[in-house]
């Protein structure tokens, strides 16, 4: 074969240099990248430590004015007993007798917002009296925790302690303001009272009117305000509550209203409008579930800022704090490094692209050499020719290369020359071993067919036989005579591999097949088809009874291939012409055949069957149908079965005479 030419339009010393100084190019590139990045990242870092500093303070200041809140939570909150025990001395102890107009007045003279009157009935504490009037009916059996408590209170006259109470005590209790479910655009706070000397729970409960006034020179709000004003650089603050922000709401739902309460709100304080959804979701977890502070660039509005999320723990209490920062002035500050990086990073290409120059020809001059051998290696045969060495002078690098290039040849040769002697060992081996454990198996089945013969002919004598007992005793005959035949054919095929070859119906033959194997699938609940040519049959010139044999050991591994809690069962034999040849297909609807075994399956010895056979079957066929000039195949096969192709020539004769 002529070798292919190369026309050389760059020096490999031009390559050389060209790589030398992309190299360089490459790695002041990555060195600026990196220095841009570590100086983005301090700067960054710098933003997050300040806002972390900011949060400590800002936690301090919220944690003090919870404390005030707190404290007049609890003050409302024994106002509002007060006004119970007002309220039990001022009303009839009995509901009915109490007016709606009574409650208005006495809420009023007492100075709470409301009085409701909870009383149960049918299976449920309703309201059964109320100043405001959507309280009267108002249900409280879906309360979650509360009406477990109103049972408590009804009948034992106290509340355990428990977590999302307020002030609990002897007869009485409270809640901390939430959403009312009378009216979901309002925040109260509740009293709850009974002492067992009237028939129902005193209910007093006020608007959250001085709670707001309060937050409003004290809460969280005005803190975050506070540091928005001390420092131009934060552009929003925003305090997310994990539990909640992101998630599906948790609803309330009660006489037909829907809300979320305010103590699930996503956002706790501050204002949320530099929305990213799904990033702002996804930093928050992470910053709530690794307790570490989260930052990211991100861009609302056309504006680029960065965001920074750290969590806080107070208690019992956890949130995380969004910081909202103007990127601008991160921003200025890199573009000043880089500027001086870029002119450094000049200076010194030109330096390399001078040292480069030189240092390119030193080392590209010996490689020609070289070169010229691996061509001549590149036209060797090596299943034929030895592989001519190159020859090696230096005790350097390209030396080594040298050396290893003849290695490499060498071991070439050798692997090439020891895979074609073991392809021909194996395929030697196989056909001797193949021929041995035939010859084997003909001797042991030929003693026991001949003793079945015998054993067969003696039993009509011993005793009489029915209609039935004939029927079976002529197909164990018939099957012991095939079966001698078998051994016989099989025993000569062994020998000399002749084919008794005569012309046959193609038709019959499958006939006879499929009749050999009717009481094999009814024993086995299978259904056997037979499909046929029309209008006639095709004449092959072929051994007649190992055709058959084939058909029978197919239809065979069909039945064996059906699982026995199958649904599907069936085993069915199709005769087609196609391209002057008979086709015979076995189709069965067993469990498949791994599409990496179609073709090892007619290989000696490569069944999966177990102790049910030792793989012969499939190769003796493929032997036979080549040996008559056809082929045979796996079409398809899937979790719904399998089918095998046989193809015969069809003989020119086209009819029996």
Not at 164 to 171: A, K
Not at 217 to 239: F, H, Y
Request: aromatic residues 8%; proline residues 4%; charged residues 20%.
């Amino acid at each position: 074969m002529e070798s292919s030419q190369i026309r050389i339009r760059f020096s490999l010393r031009i390559k050389v240099l060209i790589v030398f100084l992309t190299t360089v190019v490459a790695v002041l590139l990555l060195s600026n990248y990196l220095y841009y990045l570590s100086s983005k990242n301090i700067l960054v870092q710098n933003a997050t430590d300040r806002n972390r500093s900011l949060t400590r303070d800002m936690s301090s200041q919220i944690s003090l004015s919870e404390k005030g809140t707190q404290y007049v939570d609890t003050l409302i909150g024994d106002n509002l007993r007060t006004a119970s025990l007002v309220a039990k001395y001022a009303l009839n102890p009995n509901a009915a007798k109490v007016t709606n107009q009574q409650l208005t007045a006495l809420a009023r003279e007492i100075g709470v917002s409301d009085i409701t009157l909870l009383q149960p009935r049918d299976g449920d504490i309703v309201g059964v009296k109320s100043s405001d009037p959507k309280e009267i009916n108002l249900s409280t059996k879906n309360w979650s925790y509360l009406y477990p408590a109103f049972q408590h209170l009804l009948t034992e006259h106290n509340v355990p302690a428990t977590p999302g109470f307020g002030t609990v005590g002897r007869n009485y209790l409270t809640i901390p303001f939430s959403t009312a479910n009378s009216n979901t655009q309002e925040i109260n706070k509740w009293g709850y009272f009974d002492d067992g000397s009237t028939n129902y729970i005193i209910v007093p409960f006020v608007h959250d009117t001085v709670m707001k006034a309060y937050n409003s020179l004290t809460g969280p709000e005005a803190i975050v305000q506070s540091i928005k004003n001390s420092d131009s650089r934060i552009l929003e603050i925003t305090a997310f509550n994990p539990n909640a922000f992101g998630n599906k709401p948790i609803l309330y739902h009660a006489n037909g209203a829907t809300w979320v309460d305010v103590r699930n709100s996503p956002v706790m304080f501050g204002t949320y409008t530099y929305s990213d959804k799904n990033r702002d979701v996804a930093a928050v977890h992470q910053a709530n579930n690794q307790d570490t502070p989260v930052s990211f660039e991100d861009v609302v509005a056309g504006k680029t800022v960065l965001k920074t999320f750290i969590p806080v723990r107070t208690g019992d209490v956890s949130y995380v704090v969004g910081f909202v920062t103007d990127y601008a002035v991160i921003q200025n500050v890199l573009n000043q490094q880089i500027h001086n990086a870029i002119s450094i990073s000049l200076a010194m290409l030109v330096l390399v692209s001078i040292v480069s120059f030189f240092a390119s020809g030193y080392i590209v001059k010996p490689l020609s050499t070289i070169t010229r051998r691996v061509e001549q290696i590149s036209e060797i045969k090596f299943d034929e020719t030895e592989p001519v060495p190159v020859p090696v002078h230096r005790n350097d690098e390209i030396g080594a290369l040298a050396v290893k290039v003849n290695d490499m040849s060498q071991n070439i040769s050798e692997y090439m020359y020891s895979l074609h002697e073991s392809i021909r060992s194996e395929r030697k081996f196989s056909m001797s071993y193949l021929g041995i454990v035939s010859s084997g198996l003909v001797h042991e089945l030929r003693n026991p067919s001949v003793a079945l013969k015998n054993l067969i002919e003696m039993f009509p004598a011993t005793q009489p036989l029915d209609e039935k007992g004939q029927k079976i005793l002529q197909h164990m005959k018939m099957a012991s005579e095939h079966l001698n035949s078998i051994v016989s054919d099989f025993a000569d095929f062994i020998r000399n591999g002749k084919l008794n070859l005569a012309f046959s119906n193609a038709s019959d033959i499958a006939k006879e097949a499929v009749g050999f194997m009717r009481p094999i699938t009814e024993m086995n609940a299978v259904d056997l088809e037979l499909l046929l040519p029309s209008p006639e049959s095709p004449i092959l010139f072929v051994d007649r009874d190992k055709l058959r044999q084939v058909l029978v050991n197919l239809l065979k591994n069909g039945i064996d291939a059906i699982d026995p809690n199958a649904t599907q069962r069936f085993v069915r034999l199709e005769i087609q012409t196609s391209n002057n040849t008979v086709q015979f297909e076995v189709t069965d609807s067993g469990h498949g055949i791994p599409h990496d075994r179609w073709d090892t399956i007619f290989t000696p010895f490569a069944t999966k069957k177990g102790d049910h056979g030792i793989g012969l079957g499939l190769a003796l066929s493929k032997f036979i149908i080549h040996s008559s000039g056809g082929t045979i195949a796996v079409v398809c096969s899937d979790t719904t079965g399998t089918t095998i192709r046989v193809g015969i020539p069809i003989s020119s004769r086209t009819q029996l005479e």
